[in-house]
């Protein structure tokens, strides 16, 4: 998998540094990037074949420092090491090379478009994303494949990816009570699937469905006992008035 040419002795991810000691230039770095890992978290909640880091060191070469995207996800990994999790990504341990890498434009340019491109394309990540919202002219998402060695741009939004079996994409909504454009997942339709806030929201408006239904079926039982009752009251009123009048209302078959 990897082309570089490895020392004998590869630390583990417990001996290298967890961080580049690097702030983040603004906080969408670290917003967009955690809610596509918080949908997943919902999606495949069942999964434990992925992992999605956040500001996560991303380790090709023992003697070299890592690559640090805002984001990426990496399929056919065990989802958890144990309850300490990853203090960053191995390649040499995972064997596994990112399939998606995300990285967020800030004011502070970090040349998304050129270096990390070429180094994200050397490293043979499928699909690398960038995301700038303060572009004009240009959209504001871009999407690149890697085909036969080099990188093509994507075209749409959403672009399906149908390695990862979702779509990504950008669109306005809230976020931490934030309202503006951010990036989510989408299924193959182009649907865009929901926050953990919208999926509470959802089953919240379930549940009141359901309770206003079981409500309406009560008040619907509630009525038909009413009618059933005031039917067995006018039978008794008239079998009373017929024994009155000397009818035995048992003998008028």
Not at 117 to 146: Q, T
Not at 225 to 246: H, K, P, S, W, Y
Request: glycine share 6%; hydrophobic share 35%; aromatic share 10%.
């Amino acid at each position: 998998m990897l082309e570089y040419n490895l020392p004998r002795y590869l630390p583990s991810a417990e001996e290298l540094p967890d961080s580049d000691e690097t702030p983040v230039d603004n906080e969408l770095q670290e917003l967009i990037p955690g809610l596509l890992k918080a949908i997943l978290l919902i999606l495949w909640a069942e999964r434990m074949d992925w992992l999605f880091g956040i500001d996560m060191g991303i380790y090709y070469h023992p003697d070299k420092p890592p690559i640090v995207p805002d984001g990426f996800l990496s399929l056919g990994v065990e989802r958890f090491y144990d309850e300490e999790l990853r203090p960053s990504y191995v390649l040499w341990d995972e064997n596994v090379v990112p399939i998606f890498v995300l990285e967020v434009v800030s004011q502070n340019y970090r040349k998304e478009y050129t270096t990390k491109l070429d180094e994200y394309e050397a490293l043979g990540v499928l699909y690398y994303v960038i995301y700038s919202s303060r572009r004009r002219r240009k959209p504001h998402l871009e999407v690149h494949k890697l085909v036969n060695g080099k990188y093509e741009l994507q075209e749409g939004n959403p672009v399906w990816l149908p390695e990862i079996g979702l779509g990504i994409g950008c669109e306005r909504g809230n976020y931490c009570g934030v309202t503006r454009e951010w990036m989510y997942w989408y299924d193959e339709q182009g649907q865009r699937y929901l926050t953990p806030a919208e999926q509470v929201k959802q089953e919240a408006q379930r549940a009141q469905q359901e309770t206003q239904r079981a409500q309406q079926e009560t008040q619907r039982a509630q009525q038909e006992a009413q009618r059933a009752q005031r039917a067995e009251q006018r039978v008794q009123q008239l079998t009373e008035q017929l024994r009155a009048l000397g009818i035995n209302p048992d003998n008028l078959d």
